[in-house]
């Protein structure tokens, strides 16, 4: 359990026992107090595994096939290598009817060492110029060609 699920279940203990309001409790977690209401229902329906998120150790429901995962990649590797992962989604979606996202494909490739992840360009960082020690110190320059400044 993590400690935000313990803390969690200590404020649904204490409201249980009757130490705290329910609204007080809702305030305690950050949540509205219909949502705490809901929690305090399946608290006292599922006891103290109430708090843990019913996902758990259990598998995406959006999780891509393994067996759409070994078309994809040996499709790539056998007609599209030369190809990034959004043309070559691109084409698997309209040659081979897989449909996988460029980012899913692009973490399927780099798993299986068929794309190099590029690393992050560092953006250029903007030196502002040192500050001046007084002020109007800057110096004006005169770059006008014509001599009207005698």
Not at 16 to 45: D, I
Not at 101 to 120: C, D, F, H, M, Y
Request: hydrophobic share 35%; net charge positive; aromatic share 6%.
């Amino acid at each position: 359990m993590s400690a935000n699920e313990r803390d969690r279940l200590k404020v649904l203990h204490e409201v249980n026992e009757g130490h705290l309001k329910q609204k007080q409790g809702a305030e305690q977690l950050g949540v509205s107090e219909r949502g705490f209401r809901k929690m305090l229902r399946r608290f006292r329906e599922k006891g103290d595994g109430a708090v843990v998120h019913g996902l758990r150790n259990r598998r995406s429901n959006r999780r891509v096939g393994e067996e759409t995962t070994l078309r994809a990649v040996a499709a790539v590797r056998r007609d599209y290598s030369d190809f990034g992962p959004t043309l070559a989604a691109e084409y698997l979606k309209k040659d081979l009817a897989i449909a996988v996202s460029r980012e899913t494909l692009r973490q399927l490739l780099i798993r299986e060492g068929v794309w190099e992840a590029k690393p992050r360009q560092v953006r250029q960082i903007h030196m502002w110029r040192p500050r001046r020690s007084c002020r109007g110190e800057l110096i004006q320059w005169d770059t006008s060609i014509h001599a009207w400044l005698e």
